[in-house]
């Protein structure tokens, strides 16, 4: 079920992020979401793209990559969504190591990123707590 | 006022030092050979007996001691008397596992803490000063050494210790301090701290400042003495020989002279062991002539520098050094701390990152930097910023066991450090310490 998520390290550089998506950027891989974890040194680039296989490769063997898997839930376009689920979490004992939101022109409005330890756990969770997840296909296609 | 702490030694001709340490060498090697047997069975090794050496010309015959041979004979292996006569202990700052232990009798103390009150008589001290001690006290041989010398000059003895700037400076103005004894890097930070807190150079009592134990420049020498209001001397030691008060300034400020009657100084080519003629410049090598309890023979400092002969100004006749020019191997003074790149390495390789590494010293507010870039390999990387975090601060901190001062460190991708195919640049030193 888990969404599959690229991250890339780079150096907190002028230009560094623009020379390391170039690639991407020219080819047919659509970056549906991207957030970015920095410190002064270096920053954690965190993509959900449409081929993550291609994506990586298009990065090639020089850029440090990894691939997680994250949880990837369906929101409400509504006031407090973001919350509840949040709140759910918490009341689990979840701990949430980030998160970022992004929107789909999809049919369906907006997700949230959610980066747990164990996210089996979470998915189980927040299913049984009437939730809907959203796939790798889903997301990507 | 005087002029020297012991004007017949320190004026003496030329000849008559030479006869001294002639005298003293003969005996001092037989007291070795003796006494010492990891030294004894260097000279076996070598062919060389006692009966050989018959004065300073014979010195060359000697073999070197370094400083893996003090490793190697830690703690006692190199102690030339029953432990029962000696009185003290100091240390080196300690840079790898072991440190350097030296041991004194009251003699050696004596004999040391003369050296140091030469120095301070040299910067102008009598029993009339108040000398304010803020290097360290305990192990290192800093706050010792500068306050028995304050001691045997007579001085009022402020034993400060380092740190606590607010209270130096309290006890510099309410106590009317007139001669400052610190590293350099702390007297440019005091200076600093008093023009901060409104003082102005003629608002303390300070005439002349005792500065050693790092390197530091003639432009850093001129910013002390503006920002202080005082004449700023070096002074140079090593724990190895005893401590600060091998070598110090006088008035006329172009060199240290070398306490010849204590100490020999010979410059050698750092690659071959030879010795080189006066003026030349090379690696200085110290042997001390009468020290009883840790009498190092023809010890390589590893600092390079040059030694000169000629008529000083102040009356002294003793040989004079300049400021070490540099190393001949890659130690670094960072703080105070001695730190060699290969430290560095081994905590890098323990901690399982890849011996790539860059390091970087600079000045910044008259205190030593030390930020080292590491190369991240893939199963390092955690698109968690928390981790990395964690990473940095667990790497720092073994840093930190191991150098004994704490460096930045900074993650940087994999093969972005630049792969060398001879020599590789591994530091790079922003401080401009040497010309």
């Excluded at chain 1, 980030?98 to 999809?106: E, G």
């Excluded at chain 2, 130096?168 to 309410?174: A, G, K, S």
């Excluded at chain 2, 970087?360 to 955690?382: A, C, G, H, M």
């Amino acid at each position: 079920m888990a969404v599959k998520q690229l991250s890339v390290f780079i150096e907190n550089k002028q230009g560094r992020l623009s020379e390391v998506l170039k690639g991407i950027s020219e080819s047919e891989v659509n970056i549906r979401a991207l957030s970015i974890g920095d410190s002064e040194d270096y920053g954690i680039v965190r993509m959900i793209v449409s081929d993550l296989e291609k994506a990586r490769a298009l990065l090639g063997e020089n850029i440090l990559s990894k691939i997680t898997s994250v949880v990837a839930v369906k929101m409400d376009d509504r006031q407090g969504a973001l919350y509840k689920i949040l709140r759910t979490l918490e009341e689990a004992g979840i701990n949430l190591m980030y998160t970022y939101a992004f929107t789909s022109n999809k049919q369906f409005g907006a997700y949230v990123v959610l980066r747990v330890d164990d996210v089996e756990a979470t998915e189980r969770l927040l299913s049984d707590k009437g939730f809907e997840l959203a796939t790798d296909e889903e997301i990507s296609g | 006022m005087r002029h020297y702490y012991q004007e017949d030694i320190e004026t003496a001709p030329y000849e008559e030092i030479r006869r001294i340490q002639n005298e003293k060498i003969v005996r001092q090697v037989r007291h070795v050979y003796d006494n010492v047997k990891y030294y004894r069975d260097l000279m076996d090794q070598k062919g060389v007996k006692p009966e050989d050496i018959k004065g300073v010309d014979d010195i060359r015959k000697l073999p070197f001691l370094k400083k893996d041979d003090l490793r190697e004979c830690y703690p006692y292996g190199l102690l030339a008397t029953p432990l029962k006569d000696c009185v003290r202990i100091q240390s080196t700052s300690g840079t790898t596992g072991k440190r350097v232990v030296a041991f004194y009798t009251q003699h050696d103390i004596d004999l040391w803490e003369e050296c140091c009150a030469r120095a301070i008589v040299a910067a102008g001290g009598s029993d009339e000063d108040v000398v304010q001690v803020c290097y360290g006290y305990g192990l290192f041989t800093g706050g010792a050494g500068l306050h028995g010398g304050a001691h045997k000059v007579g001085a009022l003895t402020l034993p400060m210790s380092s740190g606590n700037t607010e209270r130096q400076i309290q006890f510099m103005m309410d106590l009317q301090s007139t001669i400052l004894c610190c590293t350099p890097s702390y007297a440019a930070f005091i200076a600093e701290s008093l023009r901060d807190r409104g003082y102005k150079p003629s608002d303390n009592k300070l005439k002349a400042g005792i500065f050693g134990a790092e390197p530091w420049t003639e432009e850093m020498r001129k910013s002390i003495e503006e920002g202080l209001g005082i004449k700023a001397y070096d002074i140079y030691g090593l724990t190895e020989t005893s401590g600060p008060g091998v070598a110090f300034e006088c008035s006329e400020q172009t060199g240290m002279h070398i306490n010849e009657d204590h100490f020999y100084a010979e410059i050698i080519d750092p690659d071959t062991g030879e010795v080189l003629p006066e003026g030349e410049k090379g690696e200085l090598v110290f042997t001390a002539l009468d020290k009883e309890a840790f009498p190092l023979l023809r010890y390589r400092t590893r600092d390079i520098c040059i030694l000169t002969r000629g008529k000083c100004s102040c009356g002294r006749t003793h040989i004079k050094m300049c400021k070490p020019m540099g190393r001949s191997d890659d130690m670094m003074i960072i703080r105070g701390v001695n730190v060699f790149p290969s430290q560095i390495e081994t905590v890098l390789l323990n901690e399982g990152y890849t011996p790539n590494y860059m390091i970087y010293v600079d000045r910044k507010n008259n205190t030593d930097t030390l930020d080292i870039d590491v190369e991240l390999t893939p199963d390092q990387f955690s698109d968690n910023i928390a981790d990395m975090q964690a990473r940095e601060k667990t790497l720092a901190s073994a840093m930190r066991t191991m150098l004994g001062i704490g460096p930045k460190i900074h993650l940087v991708p994999p093969k972005t450090i630049q792969r060398s195919e001879g020599k590789a640049v591994r530091v790079i030193d922003n401080r401009k310490l040497h010309d």
